[in-house]
Structure formats: C-alpha cells, structure tokens
C-alpha cells in the first residue's frame, strides 16, 4: 500500500472566530493526553470523553499507516486525526469526521466539538483528489491543526487528506540516472540502457525570476528598521521565493518519474551528503547561491512519487569529476567541463555522471527481476 497527501492550508481568519478558539482549545488538550500516553510507552488508559476519546482511537490507527516524529521540547505536537469520506456523486454520508465533497467543492471537519467547519477546495485540489481516484487511489485518513508554517511565524488551519492504493510494480528494464547538485546548475537527467544513453535533459528554475526576488528582498531588509511594513513585504516576499522553488521542486519530480514510467526505468538519484551540504553553507559559498543548494525537497519528491507509481527507487554516487574511462580524478575547465589529466578524456561535466551510469548499469540493476517478484508477492 502506497501513499498521498494533499495538505490544504488556510488563513485562521477565515475560520469563525469562536470555532477556531474552540479548536486550538482541542488541539492542546488532545497534545497533552498523546504526549503523557507516548511517554508512557502507549500504556496509559484512554480518554472517556468525546472528542478526546475519538482522537484516541484514530490515533492508533495513525500509527500503524504514518511512523511518528516523536517528542519535541518534551511534547508530541501530533495532529488531530480523523476517518475520512469522498462524495463524488451523490453517496450517501456516513458520519466520518471529515467529508470531502466533490460535488459541492468542499471539505467539511467534523467530530472535533465545536460544530462543523467548512472548507472551500481550490480547483487544484479537487483536480488532484480526482486524479488519485482515477488512478485507484482511496482516502484512508485525515489530520487537522492549528500551527506556524515552517520559516514564518504565519499561523494557519491546516488539513491534510491522505490517499492509499496498492502499486504493482513496473517491468523495469532502464537506468534514469537523476544528478541532484546545486539546483541553478540544473539538474540533469538521463536515460541508460546497459552502455547507451537513450535520452537525456536538464531541468532548471526561473533563475531570473529567483534573482529579482532575492534583490527584493534584500533592499527590503535593509528598509525593515526603518518601517514595519517593510517587514510584513520581505516577508511576503521571502514566501513567494520559497513558494517558486516548491513549484520548481514539484513540476522536476512529476516529469522525472513519468520518464521513468514511459521508460519502464529504475531511478537513481545522486544527491549531496547533508554533510556535505552544511559545510557549502558555512563556507564561502555566494549567499545568493545557497539557497539553491536546497535539493531535499526534489529528492523526497522524486522518491514519493516513485513510490506511489511503483517505480524502483536508490540512492547511489554517480561522479562529475571522476574519469569514467580511467577513474582518475579530473581537473575542471571553464564552462562546467572536465578533462582528465591521465588519459585526456573530456567533456561537459553535466554529462559525466550519466557515463558513470552506463559504466555500472549491471552494478546499478543486478536485482530486477528478484525485485518485482519480491513486490509482487508483498
């Protein structure tokens, strides 16, 4: 069984003043039960009272589906989780704690204590909750809460929708090789059959829309002193480059995985250490560069949606500057190319690690076949 959410996030002006007060009332207080019951090893008792003791048992069920982060600041900030319906016609409601209802374009909270919250879907979110349905996908389980969005101190009412289906696995017969590296470089990918390179590409962010942000925001947090509003518009700034680079993240793993599904390929992605990274960050490293050495996000990406399309998915080092003929270390030339001091190969740099691909294509894929029959019998 595989996995999906769809996180749906809205302003805490938007929700009734008195429910809102009331839900983050419910929210604590449920934290407080989880946060005793985990450190008690899962062995205190459950709560009597409704909604708490509804929470309770969802809870349970959470943990067999979604592994926990466990305690932070000596709390478990968990969620609250609910069972979850999909109307997409005219089925009948059955009293779950959320509804989702497509034919209405909405998604009702219930269950919680406080009445019934109502949510308008975007059309983004109802196309993508009907795309998993088409694709065999159910919902499984939902979660609510009050809190920060991460790197802001914007507080939002947030609602996350979780979709399941079992995956068979694809007949793999290909390499797409994925060189994760310093994201305004691109990154490059190709496809590898045994000693050919079949296809190849590179996927870049807007870099001069990125540009003209990262400007933006650097006069106005010099301006920020002077004025608050200077503040709140370096702020919003600073969402819309992250905001950017989500969408970037998002539209590179989509089309990667469906090469590696079009290609019946196995992904293999080479991405910096965090190690690695750190040190970049602490180094003399342009500031305005940093912020594209962020590749986590296209990685975990990659790997989620490969996971719920049943496409093989490892990690493992493909060299840029390693000679793919020699294996002697290359030195590097003007315009991102490498040469080999040894035995004078040369090329784009970007291309090296694809070579590196074909070079291992029997070290890369040894278990195919052992694989999909092993997914098969899961």
């Known amino acids: 069984m595989k996995y999906r959410t769809l996180l749906i996030r809205r302003k805490t002006e938007e929700i009734p003043p008195e429910q809102l007060e009331m839900f983050i009332k419910i929210q604590q207080q449920f934290r407080e039960w989880a946060t005793e019951w985990y450190k008690s090893g899962f062995k205190a008792p459950m709560p009597e009272q409704n909604p ?59 269950k919680w204590g406080g009445g019934t919250i109502v949510l308008k879907l975007k059309k983004s979110s109802i196309k993508w909750i009907k795309e998993r349905v088409e694709e065999g996908g159910k919902p499984v389980l939902a979660m609510a809460w009050v809190g920060r969005v991460k790197r802001s101190n914007i507080v939002t009412f947030n609602v996350a929708l979780t979709f399941a289906r079992d995956v068979e696995p694809i007949d793999v017969r290909r390499v797409l090789a994925v060189d994760l590296n310093g994201l305004h470089n691109g990154v490059v990918w190709g496809v590898v059959e045994k000693d050919k390179i079949l296809a190849s590409g590179t996927e870049r962010p807007h870099l001069s829309k990125i540009g003209r942000l990262q400007k933006e925001i650097s006069k106005l947090d010099s301006l920020c002193a002077k004025k608050g509003e200077y503040c ?147």
């Open 232 to 378: 709140r518009q370096a702020v919003a700034a600073e969402s819309r480059l992250r905001r950017l680079l989500r969408e970037f993240a998002d539209e590179a793993a989509k089309k990667i995985v469906r090469l590696a599904r079009q290609y019946k390929a196995l992904i293999v992605v080479d991405a910096p250490k965090d190690e690695s990274l750190r040190e970049i960050k602490q180094s003399r490293y342009a500031p305005s560069k940093k912020i594209y050495l962020d590749v986590g996000r296209l990685k975990k990406r990659i790997k989620q949606l490969a996971e719920w399309y049943g496409v093989p998915y490892r990690e493992a080092r493909l060299y840029s500057t390693i000679c793919p003929r020699c294996e002697a270390k290359m030195e590097e030339l003007p315009n991102r190319r490498v040469r080999c001091p040894k035995c004078g190969f040369e090329a784009p740099r970007d291309e090296v690690p694809l070579m590196w691909t074909a070079k291992r294509f029997s070290e890369l894929t040894p278990s195919f076949s052992s694989l999909a029959i092993a997914l098969a019998a899961f």
């Open 52 to 110: 708490l003791k509804y929470f309770a048992m969802k809870l349970k069920y959470v943990l067999k589906l979604i592994p926990t982060n466990g305690l932070k600041k000596d709390k478990w900030n968990v969620p609250l989780p609910f069972n979850i319906q999909l109307r997409i016609n005219n089925e009948k409601d059955v009293g779950c704690g959320v509804f989702i209802d497509l034919s209405k374009g909405e998604v009702r909270i219930r």
